[in-house]
């Protein structure tokens, strides 16, 4: 049987100047279910909805709702004025299936996150959006698995804390209604 092509990552890592928090998914899905080329593309993804409810209590405050897509330029300047950093734990994966699914998504080359901490010296908080990604993160820094909405310490030699927070996935195939998962993120904040 021979095994899918691997996919490189297609975005490089965004890391503002001053970033506190860093956000870490899996893997984008395929270009065609991008609305935007930047982390959490996917129209039908959560994520930027559930920062629009926090942050100006409106889902929509990052949707071009008549194009189906977000409005890359405004989360681009949120993000760097929130000192939000973004990644993805896999630099190279295997699409054992034709979708976006981390189920069906194997790590060939997992990031050296301790490397993008190195860019990013404010950071106190890592936060992943899924089970894969928290996996990967727990793995990287041989620490415990925190459960969903919650925090674990890890030791990371160049600062002093630095908490490994793991959330809901943004995902619509993760059942949980928005607004229910919107509190858990709001925690961070």
Same mark, same amino acid.
């Given at each position: 049987m021979t095994l899918p092509k691997t996919e490189r990552h297609p975005f490089e890592p965004f890391l503002p100047s001053g970033a506190r928090m860093l956000f870490l998914g899996s893997f984008p899905p395929q270009p065609h279910r991008w609305s935007i080329p930047f982390y959490y593309p996917n129209w039908i993804n959560d994520f930027w909805r559930i920062m629009g409810l926090i942050h100006f209590g409106d889902k929509d405050h990052f949707c071009i709702p008549a194009e189906k897509r977000f409005n890359e330029a405004a989360i681009r300047q949120f993000c760097t004025c929130e000192g939000l950093a973004f990644y993805d734990t896999a630099c190279e994966v295997r699409r054992l299936k034709d979708n976006a699914?981390?189920?069906?998504?194997?790590?060939?080359?997992?990031?050296? /996150?301790?490397?993008? $901490?190195?860019? /990013?010296?404010?950071?106190?908080? /890592? /936060?992943?959006? +899924?089970?894969?990604?928290?996996?990967?993160?727990?793995?990287?820094? +041989?620490?415990?698995?925190?459960?969903? +909405?919650?925090?674990?310490?890890?030791?990371?030699?160049?600062?002093?804390? $630095?908490?490994?927070?793991? !959330?809901?996935?943004?995902?619509?195939?993760?059942? !949980?209604?928005?607004?229910?998962?919107?509190?858990?993120?709001?925690?961070?904040?």
């Open positions: 699914s981390d189920a069906f998504l194997e790590v060939v080359t997992p990031t050296d /996150i301790p490397a993008l $901490l190195a860019r /990013i010296p404010s950071c106190r908080r /890592i /936060i992943t959006t +899924g089970e894969k990604a928290t996996g990967v993160v727990a793995e990287c820094f +041989g620490c415990g698995v925190p459960t969903i +909405g919650e925090y674990v310490e890890i030791a990371c030699p160049d600062r002093a804390s $630095l908490q490994f927070w793991r !959330m809901p996935s943004t995902s619509r195939a993760y059942p !949980m209604p928005l607004e229910r998962k919107a509190e858990f993120y709001r925690r961070l904040f």
